[in-house]
């Protein structure tokens, strides 16, 4: 295989669209960069050089599995969340845009408290926990998942970014790794997808993404039943819980936590408008 540039990118592009990808012209380049290591700047001022056939042919095989639907982060491995670049694999949710928004509310509701405890319930590739733990440096976080393979690419996650001192990663089941143990707060992005909207997710998520990760039962609202009701599985009820729900699920999961005893709930709306975040507090905080 003796191609340049040019006439590679045109031949992804043409096999990107005709799978039916949204933009073919923009991931045909931006993967060819991902494989050579350089920027899509750098292809378009080289156009006519020819990388090598090995290079040629790690190039086509990415273009091959992203035009059978593979997510692109899957490919490269790599997924920025929070402008730090996370390790991804098919083990593990890919962090997605609207999720910075819990920690964005996390680090505005904690910075300037020390001796912080936060539990992160359901941390996939820990980019939840693992972006906190930098933006609030004095604090202390306990990342569980139900997943020995996500844990690992947590882990190295931590490693990446330097707080593995800070994150302690725990396997089991929601609350059950940290029976009996103080948090001033929980943050969770949990699987909330009900069982009937799975079936029509992108075929990109709900053919490669892990089921484990999105599936939250019927209506979706299992992990946040169990959430709310198995809080007295901690030494004390923390100060703060916050949330990341699906579409039109705030109320739903608002009264879940009214019920546990956080009478003081706020919702927050991602970009799009749609209420993302639940934060509660019990009564009489501010
Ligand atoms: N936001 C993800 C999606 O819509 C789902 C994440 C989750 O279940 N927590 O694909």
């Excluded at 593979?70 to 670049?85: I, R, V, W």
């Excluded at 509310?105 to 590739?125: F, H, M, P, Q, W």
Aim: proline letters at 6%; aromatic letters at 8%; a negative charge.
């Amino acid at each position: 295989m003796s191609s340049t540039i040019k006439e590679a990118l045109q031949r992804a592009s043409f096999c990107l669209q005709r799978a039916g990808c949204g933009n073919p012209v923009g991931e045909a380049a931006a993967l060819l960069a991902a494989s050579l290591g350089v920027t899509r700047a750098w292809l378009y001022a080289h156009g006519e050089e020819k990388p090598e056939a090995a290079e040629l042919q790690h190039y086509f095989a990415w273009v091959a599995r992203r035009a059978d639907g593979e997510p692109y982060a899957y490919l490269t491995g790599e997924k920025e969340f929070m402008s730090l670049s996370f390790l991804v694999t098919p083990a593990v949710l890919i962090p997605r845009p609207e999720t910075e928004l819990l920690v964005e509310t996390a680090v505005r509701e904690l910075k300037g408290r020390e001796n912080l405890r936060i539990l992160d319930l359901g941390t996939g590739s820990g980019a939840v926990a693992i972006s906190i733990a930098v933006l609030l440096p004095e604090s202390e976080v306990v990342a569980v998942d139900i997943s020995p393979a996500a844990l690992h690419v947590a882990t190295q996650n931590a490693a990446r970014h330097g707080v593995t001192n800070r994150v302690r990663f725990l396997a089991g089941d929601l609350y059950a790794p940290v029976c009996g143990e103080r948090f001033d707060a929980i943050v969770s992005n949990p699987p909330y997808i009900s069982s009937t909207d799975i079936e029509t997710l992108e075929r990109d998520v709900k053919d490669f993404e892990p089921r484990l990760a999105l599936s939250g039962g019927p209506d979706g609202l299992n992990f946040y039943r169990r959430l709310t009701a198995e809080l007295a599985l901690l030494a004390a009820p923390p100060a703060l819980l916050l949330f990341e729900v699906g579409y039109r699920q705030s109320e739903a999961v608002a009264a879940l936590c009214y019920a546990a005893g956080y009478k003081n709930i706020s919702q927050l709306n991602d970009l799009a408008g749609i209420p993302r975040i639940i934060l509660a507090k019990p009564a009489g905080t501010a």
